[in-house]
């Protein structure tokens, strides 16, 4: 079954109602390959792409199940919205209000007519998003493959005197030499004291001795997301920094452990919680403890105190502890994880074992 299929059923969609996507990672989703700009319109009996003349050719090439129907100064997207409804028949019409600015769903609204009702799509492609197709898997596993990899490769680069920045450029060289079509995020590195800013920018602090290095990165590839953490020391760390880095692994390993379809978000996050508190560092791991990974790099569900989610098959999530104490530095390891019926199958595989380099 096609992803516009399966909205299709999720929605119980009628002959006289219709979806106009504007979301671009619901787009992608829905037309199995799209990644231009425009608009995608979904009823029981067209599946349009909407979109200008720097993208229809692209288009009919990415989605060959869509009808293509270019918009211009004179064709307007609101106005061949409108001519799709009128032809379909159309009497209500599901847009992304969580997405839409207040402007372009005002002209929506204004351009179908008073007699359409225009209500909202309420996140039904994130819903389906949400458990990953075996063809998305091997996307996503694409993408971990080549960021365990790069860190691998990363390791005997890494030299005190050598900037956070110049560390961020290898990273990210390595990771597209080695297939990926780009970044899934910005590569984090969080080098000494620098450590309990959980999203640091890399900038020119100079690696030391003695210095932990947190790498939080990802690629991205067929249009899916990875997304690793591993924090390495430079040199002996001191043992306070040692015995942060056994409470996050053990931590990080007891949820993966843990992690199986019928759990929910909350009960994962408690496990990593209770064991960091345990060990005196109450408070200083300010946030959850995962997210879902798919085309966009945080989606749901998510493994946090708030997410009463079970947590399903097909579900792929990040397993990220941390500790970050302020002044002195941080460790966060974090792998991307498959939920299956019993277990959890990590699909970033970088050694989780402190590397002392
Ligand atoms: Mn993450």
Redesign the pocket.
């Known amino acids: 079954m096609s992803a516009s299929e399966r909205l299709e059923e999720l929605l119980k969609l009628k002959p006289h109602s219709a979806v106009a996507v504007h979301d671009p990672s619901n787009m992608f989703y829905l037309t199995e390959g799209y990644t231009g700009e425009g608009m995608v319109f979904l009823s029981l009996s067209k599946r349009v792409i909407l979109t200008d003349f720097r993208y229809t050719e692209q288009a009919e090439k990415q989605a060959p199940d869509f009808t293509v129907v270019m918009t211009d100064k004179d064709h307007q997207e609101k106005d061949r919205l409108a001519e799709l409804v009128k032809e379909g028949g159309i009497t209500e019409l599901m847009v992304e209000t969580n997405w839409l600015s207040v402007d372009r769903y005002q002209k929506i609204k204004a351009a179908v007519g008073e007699e359409v009702g225009v209500v909202p799509l309420n996140e039904a492609p994130q819903k389906l998003r949400r458990i990953k197709t075996p063809a998305e898997v091997v996307a996503i596993r694409k993408a971990c493959d080549i960021t365990s990899e790069a860190f691998s490769a990363i390791l005997s680069k890494i030299r005190p005197g050598m900037t956070e920045k110049e560390l961020q450029i290898e990273l990210d060289f390595t990771m597209l030499k080695l297939g990926a079509d780009g970044n899934a995020f910005n590569t984090i590195i969080a080098s000494g004291e620098n450590g309990s800013l959980p999203h640091a920018i890399p900038g020119s602090r100079v690696l030391q001795k003695g210095d932990m290095i947190t790498m939080?990165f990802g690629a991205k590839v067929d249009g899916y997301c990875s997304?690793m953490?591993r924090t390495v020391a430079l040199g002996q760390p001191s043992d306070e920094m040692k015995k942060v880095y056994e409470t996050v692994l053990r931590a990080q390993t007891m949820c993966e452990d843990a992690l199986m379809a019928g759990k929910t978000g909350f009960e994962i996050d408690k496990l990593a919680r209770d064991i960091i508190d345990a060990r005196g560092y109450a408070g200083r791991f300010g946030h959850g403890l995962?997210?879902s990974v798919g085309i966009d790099i945080h989606e749901e569900p998510r493994l946090s105190p708030t997410c009463k989610d079970v947590i399903k098959a097909g579900v792929v999530i990040?397993v990220?502890p941390g500790v970050y104490l302020p002044g002195v530095g941080g460790v966060r390891i974090?792998d991307t994880c498959l939920v299956r019926e019993n277990d959890c199958v990590p699909l970033t595989t970088a050694d989780k074992q402190l590397i002392i380099l």
């Open positions: 939080d997304d953490t995962g997210h990040t990220e974090e």
